[in-house]
Every structure is written in C-alpha cells, then in structure tokens.
C-alpha cells in the first residue's frame, strides 16, 4: 500500500531523515517507535505531504505521492492524526468533526459518517455542542480521530496517540485503534513513544534511530529483542 525508498527529509537545512526506506502493507497496524528526536513524527509529515522530501520516493497504491500538496493526499486516502491532537479548541464538537469532511460533498454520506464517530465515541456525542477546548485530553485524541475518519482513510496516520493520557484512557484508545483496523479495514501507521504498547498492538514495526531505520520485522519478534527490550522497554539483561 504505501512504500518509502530511501526517502531524504527534515526541516530546512536541518536533515531528520537519511535515507528512511519502509513498507506497508493493506490491512496491517504497523509501528514506528524510536526514542524522543529520532525523527518519528517527521516520517509521518513527510507522507502526508506537510513536509517535502529533499530525495528518495514516495508510493501509495502504486501511485509516486512525493510531490503532492496536503489536501491531494488527503484526497487519495490518507488521514494524519498529529501529534498533540491539534483540534480547533473554538468549535464545538461537532464542527471539529465536520471538518474532518471538508474535501466530500456527499452530506447523507457525511451525516452518516459522523454518527459513526458518535456510535465509536460516545462521550463525543454527549459532548456535541462542547467547545473542543474545554474537552479531556482523552476526548481531544478520539476527537481528532474521528475527524481524521471522516476523510475515510484507507490509510490512517496516528502521532503519539497516548501522549499525556491517563492508563485508563490509553487501554481504551488503543482499543479503538484496533477496532478500527479491524471492523474498518483501515490499515494504521503508529508512531507510538510507549513502545511496549506500540509492539503489543501492531503486526508489524520498525526502529527508528537518528533519522535511520535500523530494525524491522514482526512487532511479536521485536517485543521478544533483548535489545529492544534494553533499549525501549525498561527491561535489563
């Protein structure tokens, strides 16, 4: 589904990326972990069209997406849910949602989608009329989620989903996640700074280092490293 060789990126004359080269496949959970400044969150601008690519490739379903502006990648199935959430904390619930379908104009499609997300999360449904801002950092993460579903992603990009979130809140996020996957066959790209829970979850991952990918395989095989473990989980030899 989506394939990057060798892919050069980073912001102005500072190189975060040096030659990343990663595929995935339709239907997977795939996993990005790497400490903080590896440059995770810059794969996932770099995909979805927020930052350019200074070399190297970019294809989705066949298709070369390096040169292309946000709102066509947007277009062609791909959903980016940034990190920390960036919901528009004026709007109300359901606006931010609605915005998630700027680009449609099929409003029964539309209506329907949104009462989706409401079935998904239903505090967001009792939350409609609720400023955004004044919502739980929880409620902000399945809100930018749903408004992210509402593009109907094939593919959908997830930026540190459990950043500053209670465990609770977390299990039932990463719950989410799955379901998606499952019951949407929306395939999901993780990038995921608790790299236990982030292993737990996908089917496959990769380790990113300085810019670097230095490790990939099954996320089973990974969360049984030593090395891994050592380095991400907490766990000495």
Same mark, same amino acid.
Do not use: W
């Given at each position: ?5 060798? $892919? ?8 975060? =990326? ?28 770099? !995909? ?9 490739? !970019? ?13 066509? !990648? ?18 109300? /619930? ?93 395939? !999901?790209?993780? $990038? ?14 990769? /380790? ?6 230095? =490790? ?22």
């Amino acid at each position: 589904m989506l394939k990057l060789d060798q $892919v050069v990126s980073g912001y102005g004359k500072i190189e975060a =990326l040096h030659g990343v080269s990663l595929e995935i496949k339709t239907g997977q959970i795939v996993a990005l972990i790497g400490a903080n400044g590896a440059g995770k969150s810059t794969v996932l601008k770099t !995909i979805s069209g927020l930052i350019k690519p200074v070399s190297g490739t !970019i294809e989705y379903q066949g298709q070369r997406i390096s040169k292309l502006e946000a709102h066509e !990648i947007v277009k062609l199935g791909i959903s980016h849910v940034p990190e920390g959430r960036r919901i528009f904390a004026d709007f109300s /619930v359901a606006e931010n949602i609605e915005m998630g379908a700027f680009l449609r104009h099929d409003k029964i499609e539309i209506a329907l989608d949104k009462a989706r997300c409401f079935e998904m999360f239903p505090i967001l449904k009792q939350r409609e009329k609720q400023r955004a801002g004044t919502l739980s950092g929880g409620e902000q993460q399945m809100l930018a989620i749903s408004r992210a579903l509402m593009a109907r992603p094939k593919l959908l990009l997830l930026d540190e989903p459990s950043l500053g979130l209670a465990p609770l809140m977390i299990r039932q996020i990463f719950e989410m996640i799955q379901k998606i996957n499952q019951e949407n066959q929306t395939t !999901i790209f993780l $990038v995921e700074q608790n790299a236990n829970l982030a292993l737990q979850t996908a089917h496959q991952a990769y /380790v990113l280092e300085s810019g670097n990918i230095t =490790l990939a395989g099954e996320a089973q095989t990974l969360l049984g490293d030593p090395n891994i473990q050592k380095a991400y989980l907490g766990i000495a030899d």
